[in-house]
């Protein structure tokens, strides 16, 4: 059996806010730490049936870059939803969505 590890490495100012972010993964080819300046992660806990959240952003992650990181984290759940559940009708209830997101943020930047 193969073991795949992915790491966070946080590093937080004199107020525990996030100064820095970095990601590695043991199969993702890239060598080394690789900066963020953003990460959501949800962990679905099966014993409680509930899901988990560690949201992460450094004080340097701008708004309008964070809008564009929701934006592309919708666009994206559309597809994993339909991987996952095989269920076209809802995933591109997602995408409708996303697309109106998308279109309401361009309206302060273009994405």
Known sequence: MKTSEIKFVVTLDE?????KL???ASDSGIEGRKA???TMMSIWD???NT???I???TKDMLVDDMKRFFYENFVTMADTYLRATN???MAN????FAESFGKKISQTKSI
């Open 15 to 19: 107020g525990k806010i996030p100064s």
């Open 22 to 24: 970095e990601w590695e």
């Open 36 to 38: 963020c300046n953003a």
């Open 46 to 48: 099966p014993k409680d």
């Open 51 to 53: 899901t988990l959240r």
């Open 55 to 57: 949201d992460l952003w």
């Open 87 to 89: 269920d076209p009708e």
């Open 93 to 96: 209830e997602i995408r409708v």
